[in-house]
């Protein structure tokens, strides 16, 4: 029962109630995957959403947004100690979050100053360059006292087990 008329209506109902064109591109976008799996279990003869037309859609620009020097200062004022050096790897790597605390010691190679990443969120691994304040970041997370030594990732607790994330801790320092 899907047709062009039935996703006009969706788009206009959705931009009436307030919702972005590119909210409405990533519904049909969703939408067309379901469709597309309906094509292959034999569900539907075509995808009607392929049919579509959505250059009226518009893409928004992707936002960057950079900390400036004083909110990075206040961040690492407000940050516990253990969240610091998470904060700084994060800023001097650009890392993702899962790349962040599931680096594990094997991924490092701090006399070439990088980090081999195999797994990412693209599926293609990437090497990662290292600048001297990561690396010495790191040899601070290496070197201290509660750091179990067994340990197989950078961020871990002192059973060794690794971190998933430090949201609690970076939102009450933000």
Excluded at 121 to 140: C, E, F, M, Q, W
Aim: contains cysteine; glycine residues 6%.
């Amino acid at each position: 029962e899907i047709d062009r008329r039935l996703l006009g209506e969706f788009v206009s109902y959705r931009k009436s109630s307030g919702v972005s064109d590119t909210t409405i591109r990533r519904d049909l976008a969703y939408l067309s995957s379901l469709c597309a799996s309906a094509v292959a279990w034999g569900w539907l003869g075509t995808n009607p959403v392929t049919l579509f037309n959505k250059r009226t859609l518009k893409e928004s620009r992707p936002r960057t947004r950079f900390l400036t020097p004083s909110e990075y200062d206040a961040l690492m004022l407000a940050a516990s100690d253990r969240l610091r050096p998470a904060i700084v790897l994060a800023v001097e790597t650009g890392l993702r979050k899962e790349e962040l605390f599931g680096l594990t010691l094997a991924a490092m190679d701090l006399p070439r100053r990088e980090i081999v990443l195999n797994q990412t969120k693209t599926g293609t691994p990437r090497r990662v360059p290292l600048s001297p304040n990561a690396v010495t970041t790191i040899r601070d997370i290496l070197a201290a006292k509660d750091r179990p030594r067994d340990a197989a990732h950078l961020f871990v607790r002192e059973d060794g087990t690794r971190f998933g994330d430090f949201k609690k801790g970076f939102n009450a320092a933000c």
